[in-house]
């Protein structure tokens, strides 16, 4: 088959997957099932430990701070074994070294998205397991004025790795309750470092090598995991839980040890998007991707 032969037949295979797909769509339109949004704002507050030797060489501790949004939803395509979930955070530490006449301040954003095949009733009705991938952009600035030459230091880290959750679905008394623990374990990718003692003035005057490091477990390892219930309150969801945030890092001489640990207050609930002309949709089946 010469070489136009293959572009007409690609062309061919193209305009049929995409009659197919308007066939599936325009056929089975109102018998798709319905997906909620399951979403939570949480506060949390408790008590981070915070070591840069870029800045000092003595680990700080206090006060940790952060908001939280998380948004899950089973996927488009086979929505019984599929979910993704999208989550944001702003956290904020305001710590002191061991001495209590010095001061650093920490502020990170980030957020992650991922998908995760899930199992339903394994063992037991009720309990599901959910593994997939994520991909996380998280960065931020430590301040410590009390450094002599460096007073910052920046925080940049992309990473890829596994994200998993185990979900029990069960009742206390009358009450619907959700108890989940979640693990996000990132495995591979790129964070930003300087050298030793490089001023970021250095840096600003084009001085730029050596600043970007490919992360895995041999100089980087991060754990952000939670256990949660979740208390159905009607249409409003109550989550009660506990957090832990490791950070870790070793490269270009400079040591970071970053640990947190949360207690979790958050409020939300599952919600749909209906429009007026699809309200005929409400006696689909209903797919949750959390909750039972």
Same mark, same amino acid.
């Given at each position: 088959m010469t070489l136009k032969g293959h572009i007409r037949f690609l062309l061919f295979m193209l305009l049929l997957a995409w009659g197919c797909q308007c066939a599936v769509a325009q056929g089975s339109g109102d018998e798709r099932p319905l997906r909620p949004v399951a979403t939570v704002?949480?506060?949390? !507050?408790?008590?981070?430990?915070?070591?840069?030797?870029?800045?000092?060489?003595?680990? !700080?501790?206090?006060?940790?701070?952060?908001?939280?949004?998380?948004? &899950?939803?089973?996927?488009?395509?086979?929505?019984?074994?599929?979910?993704? &979930?999208?989550? $944001?955070?702003?956290?904020?530490?305001?710590?002191?070294?061991?001495?209590?006449?010095?001061?650093?301040?920490?502020?990170? $954003?980030?957020?992650?998205?991922?998908?995760?095949?899930?199992?339903?009733?394994?063992?037991?009705?009720?309990?599901?397991? &959910?593994?997939?991938?994520a991909t996380q952009l998280r960065g931020g600035v430590l301040y410590n004025a009390n450094n002599s030459n460096n007073v910052a230091s920046a925080r940049i880290h992309w990473n890829v790795g596994l994200l998993g959750q185990a979900i029990y679905n069960t009742h206390i008394k009358r009450l619907p309750i959700t108890v989940r623990y979640q693990a996000a374990l990132p495995v591979m990718g790129v964070f930003f470092a300087p050298d030793y003692d490089e001023a970021y003035y250095e840096i600003y005057l084009g001085n730029r090598r050596n600043l970007a490091h490919l992360g895995w477990w041999g100089n980087r390892f991060d754990l952000d995991h939670m256990l949660s219930a979740d208390l159905h309150l009607g249409n409003t969801i109550l989550r009660i839980g506990y957090r832990n945030r490791v950070s870790?890092?070793? $490269?270009?001489?400079?040591?970071?040890?970053?640990?947190?640990?949360?207690?979790?207050?958050?409020?939300?609930?599952?919600?749909?998007?209906?429009?007026?002309?699809?309200?005929?949709k409400l006696n689909n089946n209903i797919i949750s991707s959390v909750y039972q």
């Open positions: 704002i949480s506060a949390q !507050y408790g008590h981070a430990s915070v070591l840069d030797t870029y800045l000092s060489p003595v680990r !700080y501790g206090g006060h940790a701070m952060s908001l939280g949004y998380e948004a &899950q939803q089973a996927t488009g395509f086979a929505p019984e074994r599929w979910t993704r &979930q999208l989550s $944001v955070g702003i956290d904020y530490d305001y710590t002191h070294n061991p001495a209590g006449n010095h001061t650093m301040h920490s502020l990170i $954003v980030d957020g992650r998205w991922g998908m995760m095949r899930r199992w339903r009733d394994v063992l037991t009705p009720g309990l599901q397991f &959910q593994l997939g991938g870790t890092s070793w $490269v270009n001489n400079i040591s970071t040890r970053d640990m947190t640990h949360y207690i979790v207050i958050g409020l939300g609930g599952e919600f749909l998007n209906i429009g007026v002309k699809n309200r005929n």
